[in-house]
């Protein structure tokens, strides 16, 4: 399948993703955890990301569609791709288009996972995440066994640097202001699924009812 994940910060587009994967072996594509990665690496691509990302903004539409390119046509894509975190303006959506119109591929659908900001909040300000495999936890609801240490992994789980509650407040204004828009963008293009839960399990229901598996 090949799907866009919408949703605020902290919607569940990560989580939805992974479930997602394992029923038909499409690859999530998130352009937070490859940024995060070059951040961590210390490459060009890290160097030029990490300010904006600390502060909550959005990196330049030049730079993320630089990285899709390039990604999109990767081998493991042709199974399908779940893009998370991806497009996350007007211009980078339309960007996409005419992309995927050159690539001869179409979107099965765009899903907006619309979850209540005071559960964002909630989940964003006790969200952990793993350094090392990018594995989420929460301090409240699935803390990891040893605490600070990955289960998976063994790597250290931290805070982001862009969930401290300032930052976190600003991701949620750029996203109303900057990323809701393409909720119109694709209800226009008639690829639109609104799924209003809290639960990925109930999100992953509306997916496969709406693509009819
Ligand atoms: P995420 O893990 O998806 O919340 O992304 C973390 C941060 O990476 C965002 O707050 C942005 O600074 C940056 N980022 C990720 N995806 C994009 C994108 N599509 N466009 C611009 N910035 C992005």
Known sequence: MKLILLGAPGAGKGTVAKLLTKMDGSVQISTGDILRGAVAAGTELGKQAEAAMKAGDLVSDDLIMGIMEERLQQDDCKAGYLLDGFP??????????????????????????????????????????????????????????????????????????????????????????????????YKNEGLLLSVKATSSDAVIDAIKEKLGQ
Do not use: W
């Open 88 to 185: 996350r303006t007007i211009p980078q959506a339309e960007a996409l288009k005419v992309l995927l119109d050159k690539m001869g591929e179409k979107l099965d659908c765009a899903v907006e996972i619309d979850v209540p900001r005071d559960v964002i909040l909630d989940r964003l300000t006790t969200r952990r995440t793993c350094t090392q495999c990018g594995e989420i936890y929460n301090v409240k609801s699935n803390p990891p066994k040893v605490e600070g240490v990955c289960d998976k992994c063994g790597g250290p789980v931290v805070q982001r640097d862009d969930e401290t509650e300032e930052a976190i407040s600003n991701r949620l204004n750029v996203y109303n202001e900057q990323t809701a828009p393409l909720v119109g963008f």
